[in-house]
């Protein structure tokens, strides 16, 4: 049985000869009452604050849950997002490794290439100075022997005198001449 302050005003005591004096009890009812009034305002008050305070405790924990959960995705996708990017780095490397490999092995052929044609050049160009050479030597062998020809003094032709008996005169005189000439 709870005791309200209306039931500590209203409570009638008997009086008996010799009791207490009926003013101081009836002051210290009063008294009583006010201060169970009092407490009971203030318990009521601390009530519905706990209540607030449970709210806002049950409110944080939930805020608090949420951030952790927050935290650990953040986390997770942190995680995920390091990891794809260290994936993708690794086939952004291998692929530059494989370009950088074609662009060599294009390289190696094209300068494989060059290094045959220039070869290839290289014969053609020995085979036509050797036959150049031949040719100017040929030519040369002409023209030291025109030289040659060139300084030799040039002699009429011996011809023998043939006896007159056998020739008639006319055709001596040709001979003649053309021997000169």
């Known amino acids: 049985m709870e005791t309200t302050p209306n039931d500590l005003r209203q409570q009638q005591f008997e009086i008996k000869f010799r009791g207490y ?28 604050e706990n209540k607030h305070l449970k709210e806002r405790l049950s409110h944080l924990l939930a805020l608090e849950d949420t951030l952790k959960t927050a935290i650990i995705e953040a986390q997770k ?10 994936r993708e780095a690794q086939v952004i490397v291998q692929e530059a490794q494989l370009k950088r490999d074609e662009v060599i092995a294009d390289l190696h052929a094209q300068m494989n290439r060059l290094v045959a044609d220039i070869n290839k050049i290289r014969f053609i160009r020995t085979n036509y100075l050797t036959k150049l050479k031949a040719l100017i030597g040929a030519q040369m062998e002409t023209v030291v022997q025109a030289m040659a020809e060139d300084t030799e003094e040039v ?4 011809q023998e005198r043939p006896v007159e008996r056998d020739m008639p005169a006319p055709e ?8 000169q000439s």
Do not use: I, Y
């Open 172 to 179: 001596m005189e040709q001979q003649l001449h053309e021997g």
């Open 77 to 86: 996708n942190a995680e995920v997002t390091v990891a794809n990017a260290k």
């Open 21 to 48: 004096n009926p003013d101081d009890v009836e002051v210290f009812r009063d008294l009583a009452a006010a201060a169970l009034e009092e407490s009971r305002a203030e318990v009521l008050k601390m009530t519905e």
């Open 155 to 158: 002699r009429p032709p011996r």
